[in-house]
């Protein structure tokens, strides 16, 4: 039962390409999230929106920026895509109500960028 | 701002031995409380979670209470096994349109 899909589980780009990375849920989520995981970082969040057309920018927003146009769609652009952006994505939905609080993850995007 | 603190690691445990991970927090207001779980090359699953004091979320063995007397949402285990081997964080989540904030994680690596 996959709740929150990423659009692919490794991605190799040029440096200077325009890069999307897709995240779809299918929980009727209000939130969605995108991190960025590096060894001896941790969890670092990019952007998140709390509704359709919304965004705030995260703790790394620079470099990357985000659409969401539908409620179930989070896309992640990086606009001319560097080595150093070279990471492991992770993609995130959550909901917060009364009696339903959750928050799932995709499978992750390894991107590598040379 | 929210914060979230765990232990620092790694950890390496033979099988069968009891797990603590440590995990306190500083929020705002009330949050829910949250462990996930990332196997190499994987993304994070959730384990368990806890949204109010005194909840205890449980799931595979693993146990965590919310503890809002000493902020406080710990991950226990009473006999690990290899397959537990992993990374694990501990994240906290307040208000509706809040973010998810987590701490550094933690890697398990438990040896047969």
């Known amino acids: 039962d996959v709740k929150v899909t990423q659009s692919s589980r490794y991605l190799v780009k040029r440096t200077g390409e325009k890069v999307f990375l897709e995240c779809v849920q299918d929980m009727d989520h209000e939130n969605m999230f995108w991190y960025r995981q590096d060894p001896g970082l941790g969890l670092r969040l990019i952007y998140f929106?709390?509704?359709?057309?919304?965004?705030e920018k995260g703790d790394i927003p620079e470099g990357y920026s985000v659409s969401r146009e539908k409620k179930e769609r989070f896309s992640l652009i990086l606009e001319s895509a560097s080595t150093n952006q070279t990471s492991m994505y992770l993609c995130?939905?959550?909901?917060?109500?009364?009696?339903?609080?959750?928050?799932?993850f995709g499978q992750g995007t390894r991107l590598t960028v040379v | 701002g929210d914060s979230v603190t765990q232990m620092e690691g790694p950890v390496t445990l033979s099988e069968e031995a009891f797990l603590t991970i440590n995990c306190t927090y500083t929020a705002t207001g009330y949050p829910s409380l949250f462990w996930y779980v990332q196997y190499p090359g994987e993304g994070l699953q959730l384990l368990l979670k806890a949204t109010k004091a005194d909840d205890k979320g449980s799931n595979k063995g693993f146990e965590a209470t919310y503890r809002k007397e000493t902020t406080s949402f710990h991950l226990e285990k009473g006999s690990v096994q290899v397959s537990d081997s992993a990374v694990y964080f501990c994240?906290?989540?307040?208000?509706?349109?809040?973010?998810?904030?987590f701490g550094k994680g933690i890697t398990l690596s438990v040896r047969p």
């Open positions: 994240a906290l989540l307040t208000g509706a349109n809040s973010k998810l904030t």
């Open positions: 929106s709390y509704d359709v057309k919304m965004k």
């Open positions: 995130a939905s959550s909901a917060l109500s009364q009696g339903n609080t959750e928050a799932f």
